[in-house]
T-cell receptor, first 122, second 107 residues
Framework: EVQLVESGGGLLQPGRSLRLSCTASGFTFGDYSMSWFRQAPGKGLEWVGFIRTKAFGGTTEYAASLRGRFTISRDDSKSIAYLQLNSLETEDTAVYFC????WGSGGFPDFWGQGTLLTVSS | DIQMTQSPSSLSASVGDRVTITCRAS??????LAWFQQKPGKAPKSLLF???SLQSGVPSKFSGSGSGTDFTLTISSLQPDDFATYYC?????????FGQGTRLEIK
């Protein structure tokens, strides 16, 4: 059974940094791209970015507004995808979801984690 | 960025009804469209990809159609478990973008 479990959320002050983790099980992690999405309270879904598999260079794509502050990485030996968030802003308050993408090169989400809540507030 | 516009934004229907939600892209996305269901406080659930292909385990009461810029999600024989918010997402062009969501409520 495919499972994705996000962790690392919490309450942080503006300007701080945080790393979220997405621990995967039930499939060969290295064969799939992994993506992050977020959802601000009461709002819709927003794509953050994704990381391709090593076979496709392990390269990343990001939402333009987040590029430079957010970085996605992966550790295939641990089956974990990471989202590094720097210079946090109050607007980053959201539930952060990770998902598995169908292809090594990207594509559509087929499985989602339950999400982890990040609150940015002074 | 490609804008995805869903209509209606909210919809009231009764158990047993058949409903259709529309998603329009601001430019041609081929069939690179996915649909998701989300219930309050829960993660999204993937329903369809490629505009019309069901994800594994998703019942055939959900169906999708369209290509280019105009797409539809149809849900037949509504059951209480189907009342949720539905999103479309294009994955043809970065950044991947979502529609604003359609809230399906019980009448």
């Amino acid at each position: 059974e495919v499972q994705l479990v996000e962790s690392g959320g919490g309450l942080l002050q503006p300007g701080r940094s945080l790393r979220l983790s997405c621990t995967a099980s039930g499939f060969t992690f290295g064969d799939y791209s992994m993506s992050w999405f977020r959802q601000a309270p009461g709002k819709g879904l927003e794509w953050v970015g994704f990381i391709r598999t090593k076979a496709f260079g392990g390269t990343t794509e990001y939402a333009a507004s987040l590029r430079g502050r957010f970085t996605i990485s992966r550790d295939d030996s641990k089956s974990i995808a990471y989202l590094q968030l720097n210079s946090l802003e109050t607007e980053d308050t959201a539930v952060y979801f990770c998902s598995r993408l169908r292809w090594g090169s990207g594509g559509f989400p087929d499985f989602w984690g339950q999400g982890t809540l990040l609150t940015v507030s002074s | 960025d490609i804008q995805m516009t869903q209509s209606p934004s909210s919809l009231s229907a009764s158990v047993g009804d058949r409903v259709t939600i529309t998603c329009r892209a601001s430019q041609d996305i081929g069939n690179y469209l996915a649909w998701f269901q989300q219930k309050p406080g829960k993660a999204p659930k993937s329903l369809l990809f490629g505009a019309s292909s069901l994800q594994s385990g998703v019942p055939s009461k959900f169906s999708g159609s369209g290509s280019g810029t105009d797409f539809t999600l149809t849900i037949s024989s509504l059951q209480p478990d189907d009342f949720a918010t539905y999103y479309c997402q294009q994955y043809n062009t970065y950044p991947f973008t979502f529609g604003q969501g359609t809230r399906l409520e019980i009448k």
